[in-house]
């Protein structure tokens, strides 16, 4: 059983910059593909950047593509989502997920682990 914990978020305004973090435990951590979702409120929980096991693969949602960086440290059983130039519709709650697999998804539906989430808030 994985456990994931994220940390990082806060309130910025926009333009600015943070990093979450997600510390995973309970699993090989460098087996699991790592992904970031996030939900606004209102909205459904939306993908935004996922990681393969080594780091060498990644891929990201259109709307944070060059702005956003997702990397991981195996030796810290930790991933990381910097996130800069941020703007108000990136205000959400950010969820930090894995599934044991090689797919480097998109979908809920294919990340069985997930974190409790951590609020991003973006002021104008």
């Known amino acids: 059983q994985v456990q994931l914990v994220e940390s990082g978020g806060g309130l910025v305004q926009a333009g600015g910059s943070l990093r979450l973090s997600c510390a995973a435990s309970?699993?090989?951590?460098?087996?699991?593909?790592m992904g970031w979702f996030r939900q606004a409120p209102g909205k459904e929980r939306d993908f935004v950047a996922a990681?393969?096991?080594?780091?060498?693969?990644?891929y990201y949602a259109d709307s944070v593509k060059g702005r956003f960086t997702i990397s991981r440290d195996n030796a810290k059983n930790t991933v990381y989502l910097q996130m800069n130039s941020l703007k108000p519709e990136d205000t959400a709650v950010y969820y930090c997920?894995?599934?044991?697999?090689?797919?480097?998804?998109?979908?809920?539906?294919?990340?069985?682990?997930w974190g409790q989430g951590t609020q991003v808030t973006v002021s104008s």
């Open positions: 997920a894995a599934h044991f697999g090689s797919v480097i998804g998109t979908t809920m539906a294919l990340y069985p682990y």
């Open positions: 309970g699993g090989t951590f460098s087996r699991y593909v």
């Open positions: 990681i393969s096991w080594s780091g060498g693969g990644t």
